[in-house]
Each structure stands twice: as structure tokens, then as C-alpha cells.
């Protein structure tokens, strides 16, 4: 073999090993991504039960007693005046016509809540006994005179559930989209809801104009839209004076039944001289 030849082969040779052995470039590493917080899924808000207003009480059934001819007189002072007259003892006892005339009385429930929504423990107290001592009234034996006694329950009932929200109106008005009193009187718990100062006393300044606008307002109302208030004394006028008398609105007004009374009566006179 010619020189040239060997040479050529060992280049060859010598090119291909060193191909061979030439290093591998790799790629270039991937540093790990940092794990990605995953905000947790929004729970939802918890919301107050919804309430529903008292329902009527349910009149108990009662059977009248039949007309018996036996006259009695009668002459008791029923409220401010003095009742005298006549009945019938054999439907009626004197007793059971004084339990009757208690129902007449609007002096059950009573108002406990002071003007910065809290509830007066004695108050409560005499709701509860007014409550047991309708139940327990022995009155006359006539159905009219028993739907009475369920109306004057259930307007009790009611008026604990006005001064029970009005408590919430002061203390906790978040709670106020459960009370049985929002859909009429919305406005005014959103107002007290408000997150913002100034939205309490935009809602505020919504009641203080009406109230200012009414034939023989008082003249505070127009005095204080004059000068303005701070959140925390229009959430007090929203509270006590704005949702107490909306939610009151909602509750129906036991009619005057001093007639109807007068007519378990043969003869009555009903004198009311010595308060004039």
C-alpha cells in the first residue's frame, strides 16, 4: 500500500473516533415551577332562618247556654266607667262577664324596649304572665267572646315579635332580612344593614324628610336635616323610631268591642260622669 494511502486511512480513522467520543450537549435543565396557591372556594354566607308572623290563634268551640228568664243585676266598674244593668243568670255568671270585660283592656303585652333597644326583663315577664292569664280567663260561653280571646292572644303573640325585632334593629340588624316585618319595611333595614356610615345616614336622611314633610311633624326632624347626624344617631332614629313604627303598621288593631259587650245586657247603663 502506498504512504498516502496509510495516511489517509488513520485520518479517517482518527476523525470518526474522536466523533464518536465527542461530549453530548444537553439541554438545559427545567427548574421546577414553585407550587401555585389554590384560593379555596368561597363558602356561602350563612343567612338567618326566615320568620313568619304569629299565626292567629285558633278559637276554642264553646257551646252557648240557653236563656233561662232568671234576671240578676249587675254593677261593677269596667275600666274607667261604672257598668250597671241587667242579665240573664242562666247564661251568665257575674264572675264570667268580669272575665269578659278584661278583654276589653288594652293594657296585655306593653312595650319593653327603651329608646337604645334594650329589653326590660320585668316587661318581658308580664308578656309571658298576660299570655298564661288570657288562657286561663273563665269567660261567658258564647263563640263571638272566644274568637275574641284568640284575637287578643294573637295580637300579644305579635307585639313580642315587634319588640323582639326591634331589639335586633339596635343590637344585630343583619339579622333583620329573617324578621317577619322586612318585606314591608325594607328600606329601613337595609338602611341599618348599610356597611358604610354613610349609607346609614342616607337611608336616615330618607326617613327624616318624610317625617319632616307630615302635617304637625315634629319640628326636630326638619332641625336635624338642617344640621345634620352622625351614623350612630340616625341608626338610632332608624332603629327606634323608622322600623318600630313600620313593623307596628303590620300588625292589625283589635277592634273597640265595648258594644258587642254591652249586648250580653238585658238592660245596661254605662256611666262615665265621674271622669269628665
Known sequence: MA?????????????AAAACKAPVEKPPAVEASAPVAVAPAPQPTAQPSAQV?????????????AASGTVAKFSKQVGDCELRGTYDAGRYTEAELLATAE????????????????????MAAKQAA????????????????????????????RHQQLEQSVVTAHQNPAQLAASPFYGACRDLA???????????????????????????AAPSWAEKLASGVDAEAARADLAGYGWNNCANLQIQELP??????????ITHKYDCSANE
Open 3 to 15: 504512504r498516502s494511502e496509510i495516511v489517509w486511512i488513520i485520518s479517517v480513522g482518527i476523525s
Open 53 to 65: 308572623l304569629a299565626p292567629a290563634e285558633p278559637a276554642r268551640s264553646v257551646t252557648p247556654r
Open 103 to 122: 278583654l276589653l283592656d288594652g293594657s296585655f303585652g306593653g312595650f319593653y324596649v327603651n329608646s337604645s333597644g334594650i329589653p326590660d326583663p320585668a
Open 130 to 157: 298576660d299570655l298564661a292569664h288570657l288562657n286561663g280567663l273563665l269567660i261567658v260561653a258564647e263563640p263571638a267572646w272566644e274568637q275574641r280571646r284568640a284575637d287578643v292572644i294573637t295580637w300579644v303573640k
Open 190 to 216: 337595609d338602611g341599618l344593614m348599610s356597611k358604610t356610615p354613610d349609607g346609614v345616614v342616607a337611608a336616615w336622611r330618607v326617613l327624616a324628610t318624610a317625617e319632616a314633610a307630615r302635617p304637625g
Open 256 to 265: 273597640d268591642a265595648t258594644e258587642k259587650f254591652f249586648d250580653l245586657f
